[in-house]
Each structure stands twice: as C-alpha cells, then as structure tokens.
C-alpha cells in the first residue's frame, strides 16, 4: 500500500500547476500529495491502521524572501481504525494557517523553509465527526524553476487531528507538490557593457628650458624636477607607454654648441624621467637649432637681449609620451 500510495503522490504532483517561491511581495498558490502515517495514543482496545494518502492545498504571501503568511487546506484519507470486531475508515480535514520562515538559496525563490501555524480539525469516524483545535509544524524545501514555477517538497506534522475519550490521533505527512507566483518580478537583465577597443596615442609635453635649467646650462633646477613629475603623473593612465625626449636651442650661436647643449639637456630630462620609474624610454635626442617654432617672428628684433628673449619659445624639451588606452565604439 506504501508503494501506490507514493505512487499516487507524484502522480498527482506532476499532473499540478506550479509556482515561483518566496520572492518579496508576492502571493503563490499550491497543490501537493503524499504520504500519511498517524500516530496514536492511548487507543486501548482499538486496532489503528496507521498509513494513508494525503492531499494539499495552499495559498501565501510572501512579505520578504524569508517571511510569509500562508493558509491551506489537507485532507487525510485511508486510514482506519477497528474496535469491537467493527472496522471503520478514519478521515481528517484540516484548515490551517501559518507562517513561513525560509533561508533563500538564490533570488529567484529556491530556498529551505520551517513552517508553524493553528490548524483547526475536523475527523470522522464511525459516523461520528469530531472537532478539535491543534496545531501544524513543518519543513520543507523548494526549487525555483523559473520566475513563476517551483517545485516543493516537506514534512507536516498534525497535532491532534481528533481527540475523544482521552484517545488522541496526530499525523504526519510526506509530500511533494508544486506553487505558482502571481506578480513574481523578472529579475533585471544584467547591464551590457558598453564595447570598448585598445587605441595607440601620443601626448606631446612641450617644457621651458627657461624653467627647467639655469641660462646657457643643462643642470635640471627643482621647478624642473616638478615639471618632468607631473609628465609622468599625467600619463599614469596609459598603458605600455613609451617616451621620446628632444632638446632644442635658439638659434645664437654655432651649431655645434647648440647641439652639444640641446643634447645635454635633453639626457638631463631623461634622467628625471627614469628617477620617476619611466622605464620605456625609446630616444634622448638634441636637435639643436632645427625646428624653431618662433619661424621669423624675431628676425627684426633689434639688440641681443631683446632678441634672446623673442626667441625663447625655441629653447624647450619636448617629451613625447605614446602609450595604449580604451575607448568607447559608437554603435
């Protein structure tokens, strides 16, 4: 009898709608089937045939993920008890209500639960019925299937289903059933990062030699040291970067001493730049007098210091920085 009767509780089981479970602020609906074996006490001269079926109804709202109110419907049936050579079958309805506590186990509704609630019964047997108040405790596990399917499965415990003559029947369920969700909340798709692409650019840092070095010298001054650290600072967000550096001069005097000097200070650049932890230095280079970028502004300037002043712009250190960043691709 074991046997059919798990038979017909899943049988059952699979022929029912189903439901998500407890996902916050919503209310499901059940159904489940199963195995009943009672439990007597103090039945003296009476026979208890303990093992039965069972059927389950249940409606719940789920407050958060882990707390809800629920109310349902079981039924006991199958079952019989003799006494005084009469045989009779022995069937309860029970109507109860409960609260649910449950540990989630992901955010679409699995979890583990315990359940306690009264229950109020009403039992027949021998034509009689009989009417008494008890109570339900349960535990039980559910799995998600999607938003609004779950499968369940649990074990009730009925606190006296029927109480007379100081003899008492509890029950005890094993069943499998299944829940639907109204109102379950699709989880929000996961945001699509936006498609991104490695591009190569180059930083051009243009510096005074009249700030870096002391007039007609190639020893870098602190306002110097300040100026190659915040070039290096400036690049911090490249990566495989490589760094150029040239040296220029204006256009007084010969070119072998403008090229001696461009080239001084242009490895006086790119020293600072490796005390900085630059490792990637691809040229030091002193161009000289090439390259002005005054043009022939100055050439009607009148007098050395005036011309020497006109033509600072051409006495600089050019650090070219080329290195790897990441840009958004337009759709």
Known sequence: MKTKLLALAVAC????????????????????AGYVRGFDHNFDGADFEKEGFGLKLNGEYNF??????????????????SADDN??????????????????????????FFKVGPTANWS???GETHHKLGFVAGIGAQYALNDNLAIRGGYDFFYRNMKRDGARIDNGMF???VQYTFGAKKAA????????????????HTLDAGILFPFDGSNLSAEGKQAVAEVVNSSSNLQNTEFEVYGYTDRIGSDAYNNKLSQKRADAVAAELQNNGVTTLKASEGRGKSNPVTGD???SVQGRKALIDCLAAD?????????????VQKQ
């Open 297 to 299: 502004k100055c050439n």
């Open 64 to 81: 958060t993920n882990w707390f809800g109110l629920g109310a349902g419907y079981d039924y006991t049936g199958r079952q019989h008890i």
């Open 87 to 112: 045989r009779s079958g022995y069937h309860s309805n029970i109507a109860e209500v409960y609260g649910r506590f449950a540990y989630p186990l992901d955010n679409t509704g699995s979890d583990v």
């Open 189 to 204: 798709p996961a945001p699509v990062a936006p498609a991104q692409k490695t591009v190569r650019v180059t930083e051009n």
């Open 175 to 177: 069943y499998v059933g």
């Open 13 to 32: 089981a699979t022929a029912s709608f189903a439901a998500n479970a407890a996902v916050s602020d919503t209310f499901s609906v059940g159904g489940a």
């Open 315 to 327: 006495r600089r250190v050019e650090v070219v920085v080329t290195g790897d960043t990441t840009k």
């Open 124 to 126: 027949s047997v021998f």
